[in-house]
């Protein structure tokens, strides 16, 4: 999952940075709320972690813009104090959630898991197709009784698969999910990824899942081909 982390307190910024990226969440950083906006028209973020008090245009400000665009991406906010008015404001603007300041890490998890989870419309930490079940709490796989450990990309790229079922997802599409900026368009990186994930979860299985879809990218699926 790609995420946008809004925060113009470098240190907070960059904690959450690493901390998110070591999740295996992809994550880029900006520092107000005007790039914040124009970042959000480039790429389709999966959720934003949106801090409320920003040089210039604030967090509510920037969650309303995004809201009056018709954009749907979960947004998290983060509140400085426990403010009744700061909370009310941040879901009047439009957030899914909030989170006061300092907060637990593990609850901005929680918390990321919860909004992205309500974004997807489903209750439960799996995800399924035919024999295959993803956890995306504990990040393993299961194909029949076999269990698969992944790599931190492999479940993102699995992730992002599996929430998108039959449907054809383009070789960008799939990068900019799973990869955040600093990802150099390295034509392949995809395709090598999808090479491990196939190795661990198609190779041993009579059902292949995972389809090339010649010059145009990849699918999941349980449809027989
Ligand atoms: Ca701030």
């Not at 959450?16 to 070591?22: A, N, P």
């Not at 907060?103 to 992205?116: C, I, M, N, P, Q």
């Not at 029949?144 to 079922?165: A, S, V």
Request: glycine share 6%; hydrophobic share 40%.
């Amino acid at each position: 999952m790609r995420l946008l982390v809004v925060e113009d307190e470098r240190q907070i910024a960059s904690f959450l940075e690493r901390g998110l990226k070591e999740e295996g969440y992809a994550v880029d950083v900006v520092y107000n709320g005007n790039d914040a906006l124009d970042w959000t028209v480039a790429v389709e973020y999966d959720a934003i972690v949106l801090d409320v008090l920003l040089p210039g245009r604030d967090g509510f400000s920037v969650c309303r813009e995004l809201r009056a665009r018709g954009s749907t991406t979960p947004v998290l906010m983060l509140t400085a104090r426990d403010a009744v008015d700061d909370r009310v404001n941040g879901l009047d603007s439009g957030a899914d959630d909030y989170l006061v300041k300092p907060f637990a890490f593990k609850e901005l998890l929680a918390r990321l898991r919860a909004v992205t989870r309500r974004q997807s419309d489903s209750r439960t930490t799996d995800l399924r197709l035919a024999d295959l079940t993803l956890n995306t709490l504990t990040h393993t796989a299961q194909r029949g009784e076999r269990r698969i450990e992944l790599t931190t990309k492999e479940y993102n790229l699995l992730e992002f698969l599996m929430r998108n079922p039959n449907r054809v997802l383009s070789r960008t599409q799939i990068a900019e999910h799973v990869w955040n900026l600093d990802f150099v368009a390295e034509s392949n990186v995809v395709d090598v990824y999808i090479r491990y994930l196939r190795r661990k979860i198609d190779d041993d299985a009579g059902l292949k899942l995972i389809k090339t879809v010649r010059g145009s990218g990849y699918l999941i699926s349980d449809a027989s081909d």
